[in-house]
């Protein structure tokens, strides 16, 4: 692995179902991020951690919820998903979170469609 | 709360030159990222300001106001693979901001 993966790549999802998006980054990066990207709205972040075993909102978390049990790994759990929730989800890592320098590395992301 | 303008779509020849601004009202500010995404891609570093000025990498150079809440990205002899989306980013409380993203398109 060389940076950040994400896992799936894309999925359709029926409305009410529950789906875990994975996000693994093995740069031992302190803090990690979940964005959604809409169209005509950019990037907004869902979720976010600073170190492991802490987690933080974001600007758009209803219907959200994540965990951060090691360093690696920043899964992002959709309880019951609905249609609104069809986007782009991109996950993201940098060093530190209390930085002003605090380049952000995003993975590929995934593309969710809930009908 | 945020506030990150920029313009919605840019278009320009080849070897030329353009600029994107943005501006931004934040509760915030430890300072501005410009990001480059191509389409179906990941977001990609370009550029960080914090001090006011300007700060040149090769064809790119970003520009900051504190004092005016306002950035730009300039990029130069434009290439056909310039042609992406271009997102101002503003650390605020140590979380980024986004504005909604410039999509510059290339012409030969």
């Known amino acids: 692995i060389a940076g950040i993966t994400q896992a799936p790549t894309s999925q359709i999802l029926a409305a009410g179902r529950r789906m875990t998006l994975r996000c693994t980054q093995d740069?031992?990066?302190?803090?990690m991020y979940w964005y959604r990207q809409d169209l005509g709205l950019g990037l907004r972040l869902i979720h976010y951690s600073n170190t492991a075993g802490t987690t933080g909102k974001g600007e758009v978390p209803d219907g959200y919820s994540v965990s951060r049990a090691n360093t690696d790994d920043f899964p992002l759990t959709l309880a019951s998903a609905v249609p609104s929730q069809t986007s782009v989800y991109f996950c993201?890592?940098?060093?530190?979170?209390?930085?002003?320098?605090?380049?952000?590395?995003f993975g590929p992301g995934t593309r969710l469609t809930v009908l | 709360g945020q506030n990150i303008d920029q313009p919605t779509e840019m278009t320009a020849t080849e070897g030329a030159i353009v600029q994107i601004n943005c501006t931004y009202q934040?509760?915030?500010?430890?300072?501005l990222f410009w990001y480059q995404q191509h389409a179906g891609e990941a977001p990609t570093f370009l550029s960080y300001n914090v001090l006011d000025g300007l700060e040149e990498k090769g064809r790119f150079s970003s520009f900051l106001s504190r004092s005016k809440g306002y950035s730009y990205l300039l990029l130069k002899e434009l290439q056909m693979k310039d042609s992406a989306s271009y997102l101002c980013a503003v650390n605020d409380d140590y979380k980024l901001s986004f504005g909604a993203g410039t999509t510059v398109t290339v012409r030969a």
């Open positions: 934040t509760s915030g500010f430890n300072g």
């Open positions: 993201a890592s940098s060093l530190r979170l209390a930085d002003s320098y605090n380049e952000q590395f």
């Open positions: 740069m031992r990066h302190n803090a």
